[in-house]
């Protein structure tokens, strides 16, 4: 078996449609972005369900109340949205933060007009 170099960087390019959490931001990577045909100006609201530890999106042309601006990344396809009271609210969003970069992205669902992810498959089946 021929060597190999080992790129610590290599990100997942799967196509799967994902948005993780970071510190102040929810990120929606590539693949999501298309796959709802997001067109800016887009808006976002958000919406929890603590007893599933689920996080709900609804993404919209224009402002609605409770709503956050999604913006694109500069040079990339993806976009993102900042919300910083979200993880001093819930807990339990707060703690998905000590989770490696990559528990953090989690493969994004559909019920209805709901996008969502599911957050109790990461950290020990979260409480």
């Known amino acids: 078996m021929a060597w190999e170099e080992f790129d610590g960087y290599k990100r997942d390019r ?5 948005i993780s959490i970071y510190y102040f ?6 693949s999501f972005v298309n796959l ?6 887009c808006y976002v609201v958000v919406y929890i369900d603590e007893e599933k530890k689920r996080i709900g999106f609804k993404f ?3 402002r609605k109340k409770n709503s956050y601006k999604v913006s694109p990344y500069k040079n990339r396809k993806g976009a993102q949205f900042t919300n910083t009271q979200i993880k001093s609210r819930y ?3 707060n703690e998905l933060l000590d ?8 493969d994004v669902k559909k019920e209805d007009d709901m996008y969502f992810i599911e957050t109790q498959t ?3 089946e979260q409480k």
């Open 99 to 106: 989770l490696s970069i990559n528990e953090r992205r989690f």
């Open 122 to 124: 990461r950290k020990g």
């Open 25 to 30: 931001t929810f990120a929606l990577n590539s």
């Open 60 to 62: 919209h042309q224009e």
């Open 36 to 41: 709802i045909e997001i067109e800016f100006p």
């Open 14 to 18: 799967c196509g799967t449609p994902r």
């Open 91 to 93: 807990p339990w969003i």
